[in-house]
């Protein structure tokens, strides 16, 4: 059966959503490239090879076009900075998500210890807040409908065909929250072909991971297709009280998507996606070597000069329920129509999560100095956008016009028990003894056997968020010669935000009953002064203490025009240079945890000139790029160590002015027949041009911390005719440099904490594979090991808890995993 085209409305769609940001594949090579699942997609173009030809010449590398709004485009002419990662590479490293790769795409970081709060960083660029106030600086796209808030922001790898990473503002492209650059995840359509498959690896730390997939062509106007996976394992970490283990996986998800040819120029597709995580939180390390009683009280303040090393430190956690949790769905409606002048797509989109997220935030399992927090959330976001696009003998051109609303909901929790109320006292307030503690002992000595201790105590602030977003935008590829083209584009943006605050009065009900009781019998003004004064200070909120039991709420509404510029001159067939101006815009916002606040939106402006290349003759693609950009109010999640005088320190929004500059090389280059290499770098200078850290340090001028050189390397080698088949080598290495202090860097735990070990050192990871596979690919067997020489580092030190019970934990990198994988398709 025939594969019927698509409208090239659907290549627009599918692709990037821009007339200039084309579908861009990383450059493949004509013997491991598969074909398209439909002949407008991608395809790979291949000259014939000449028979005089030296056997062992590699073949010429292919020319990757896409065909969209009636023309095509090779890759190399495509004017921008990106990096793509096919489904083969995802694959070949046996990623579940894209933390699990990010060494590999330089100038990426991708913080997965917690999925239901992922952390995405590009060119230095982040937003570390997970609040519901807050937006991303680094947008992520599925098919091209935003994901919203960090709880749906990653999603375990379901029938993905390809990840296209762009480095940069795509703010007039993809729109708001695209400042830093787009994430853009593309999964494969129904064809018209029956297609079965599955897949299962085996590894240690009880890996189990399987998928499904069935294609299933209903007539020849419709086709389903279905894909299931589950990802399991017992986790690389266990705790050396309880025998718990941290670290697992325990995630499943099922993809659905109908595709229906009302005509050959109208179609619609309809998609759902659900996934269910349920595993344990991320394990916070404890630095301070702790007796087994769990009524020690740490030594305080903590000494840095002690503190173990987390890479060998025995994991003690007690959170109370601990959990990260997520149930997940999506529905996408589009619906595309080609006219003889062009196109129109529509795309409707409704995103619904509830996440749960409970651990340990003190690293030991001591009562008196136990502090778990809690971060629950709840979203539902519905998508609309209409795009016509076209093209002329001058200029090809895309425009259209969007709407987003969101509805969120979270709740902060931390909790406690008195005993480590207990402790806090004894810390802030420079007391001799444990008030409670005391006050039992008293009222023991004179017959009354009342504790005060064990108690539970719970503070929360919760929030809810409404927000709306309106968009029209427009851009244009000007033909101006054969060889050289000017893009112009703009989006114009408007947020509308309402946000509240309920700062909760803290609940200790067995605490206070006690309390009440001593108080009606006239003993607590028998206390001496000192416990008075610490019963005084416990009788309302010691964690959130703004605006208790008072509703807050917020309104505000920006406007922003986002503008790009783009030329670009082919010099020869082969080589092209482009020069870029580009605008993006971040939403302002609020920080969930301080009431009232709120902060301005983020704006970027991006220069940028590069050079794609090919040299067929040496079957060679080499690009390069520099940069420079300036980011003005940068929101970054910090601690702010002035509540410690009168409580748990808070992690609170601070807004900085950077710049950077930069410079990015990527080379592919297949010498011979079945050898592949690869290279892909990243240089960055970062500083701040204006910043005030919350502890009163000025770090203008600074460092930001980026790494100043990242890359990967790679080498894949195919050997055909092994038992009938083709075995296949590849080896993956990733470097990033180490951090780049600051005076701010010590507080909040990303450079040098002790002389027992490193924080923010430089990263290595390797990558291997061993792939046969029959002919045909009908079935094949392959061994991988993902981080081969077990290299593990600190990630960082939290001090949330330093300042008041003298307890930092750390995290560290997971050990080397490894397995071996089944497959077979029909």
């Known amino acids: ?377 709840h979203n539902n976001s519905w998508y609309q956008e209409f795009k016509l696009s076209g093209t002329t003998g001058i200029a090809d051109w895309v425009g259209g016009v969007s709407y987003y609303q969101e509805q969120a909901r979270q709740t902060s929790q931390t909790n406690i028990f008195t005993d480590s109320l207990d402790t806090m006292a004894m810390n802030l307030y420079h007391l001799d003894a444990p008030p409670l503690a005391s006050i039992g002992e008293g009222l023991t000595a004179l017959g009354l056997p009342v504790s005060l201790l064990g108690d539970p105590w719970h503070e929360a602030i919760s929030n809810e968020g409404k927000f709306k977003a309106y968009a029209a935008f427009g851009d244009v590829i000007w033909h101006v010669t054969d060889r050289f083209n000017v893009t112009t584009g703009i989006r114009y943006t408007r947020d509308e935000k309402q946000f509240s605050w309920y700062n909760m009065p803290r609940s200790a009900p067995q605490y206070d009953a006690t309390v009440a009781m001593l108080q009606q019998a006239g003993v607590i003004a028998m206390l001496p002064p000192e416990a008075q004064f610490a019963l005084a200070q416990f009788s309302n909120n010691v964690i959130f203490t703004d605006a208790i039991g008072v509703p807050v709420q917020k309104k505000n509404t920006w406007n922003n025009v986002s503008p790009r510029l783009v030329l670009d001159y082919k010099f020869t067939d082969d080589v092209m240079g482009y020069f870029s101006v580009t605008k993006g815009y971040k939403a302002g916002g609020y920080n969930s945890v301080q009431v009232g606040s709120q902060f301005a939106p983020e704006k970027v402006i991006n220069y940028e000139a590069g050079v794609k290349t090919v040299f067929p003759e040496q079957n060679l693609m080499l690009n390069s790029s520099v940069y420079y950009y300036r980011y003005d109010n940068k929101q970054s999640l910090t601690l702010d160590p002035n509540t410690a005088g009168s409580g748990v320190p808070r992690y609170l929004v601070n807004s900085t002015d950077q710049e950077a500059k930069g410079l990015e090389v990527e080379a592919l280059w297949q010498p011979i027949t079945g050898l592949r290499l690869n290279f892909t770098g990243a240089y960055i200078d970062a500083t701040y041009r204006k910043a005030m850290a919350d502890s009163g340090v000025d770090l203008t001028g600074q460092p930001t911390g980026e790494p100043k050189f990242s890359y990967t390397a790679g080498v894949g080698y195919t050997l055909q005719g092994v038992f009938g088949g083709a075995m296949e080598f590849d080896l993956n290495y990733g470097y990033r440099g180490p951090t780049r202090c600051n005076d701010d860097s010590r507080l909040q735990g990303t450079c040098v904490i002790s002389p027992n070990f490193k924080v923010g050192e430089s990263q290595q990871r390797t990558d291997a594979r061993i792939d046969w596979r029959a002919p045909g690919d009908h079935w094949g067997i392959g061994l991988f090991a993902n981080n081969l020489f077990n290299n593990r580092y600190v990630t960082g030190v939290n001090n949330i808890s330093t300042t008041v019970f003298g307890t930092p934990f750390a995290s560290v990198t997971p050990p080397r995993t490894w397995g071996v994988e089944f497959r077979a398709k029909l």
């Open 1 to 377: 059966m025939s594969i019927r085209p698509r409208p090239l409305s659907m290549c627009l769609r599918q692709l990037l959503g821009g007339t200039a940001l084309l579908l861009c594949m990383q450059p493949a090579f004509a013997d491991d490239t598969p074909q398209s699942q439909d002949n407008t997609a991608a395809q790979t173009n291949a000259p014939a090879t000449d028979s005089k030809a030296d056997p062992n010449k590699a073949k010429l590398l292919d020319n990757i076009t896409v065909t969209a709004q009636s023309r095509s485009q090779e890759m190399q002419s495509v004017p921008i900075p990106l990096q793509i990662v096919t489904a083969k590479q995802i694959d070949t490293l046996a990623a579940t998500d894209i933390s699990k790769m990010d060494m590999f795409v330089p100038g990426l970081v991708v913080g997965g210890d917690q999925p239901t709060q992922p952390r995405y960083q590009l060119r230095g660029i982040s937003t570390g807040d997970f609040g519901v106030g807050t937006e991303p600086a680094v947008g992520v796209y599925i098919d091209g409908v935003y994901a919203a808030r960090s709880g749906g922001a990653m999603l375990a790898f379901n029938d993905v065909q390809r990840i296209e990473v762009l480095k940069g503002p795509q703010g007039t492209l993809f729109g708001r929250n695209a400042a830093a650059g787009a994430i853009s995840i593309v999964t494969n359509e129904p064809s018209d072909h029956l297609e079965l498959k599955g897949r299962v690896r085996l590894g240690n730390e009880g890996k189990r991971y399987a998928d499904a997939l069935i294609n299933l062509p209903i007539n020849k106007d419709m086709a389903l297709r279905v894909s299931a996976l589950t990802n399991q394992s017992e986790g690389w970490i266990k705790d050396a009280a309880t025998g718990k283990r941290y670290g697992k996986d325990d995630d499943w998800g099922t993809r659905t998507v109908f595709r229906w040819n009302f005509t050959d120029n109208t179609r619609m597709l309809l998609s759902w996606d659900h996934e269910k995580l349920n595993q344990a939180p991320q394990p916070a390390i404890g630095l301070i070597s702790l007796s087994n009683d769990t009524n020690q009280r740490p030594p305080f303040p903590a000494d840095p000069n002690t503190y173990l090393n987390p890479l060998h430190a025995p994991l003690y956690n007690d959170a109370v329920g601990a959990a990260e949790t997520r149930t997940f769905n999506g529905v996408t409606l589009s619906f595309d129509h080609s006219f003889g002048w062009g196109s129109l797509v529509s795309t409707t989109a409704w995103r619904g999560f509830d996440t749960l997220n409970k651990g340990d935030y003190d690293g030991t399992n001591h009562i008196v100095s136990y502090l778990d927090t809690a971060n629950i959330e």
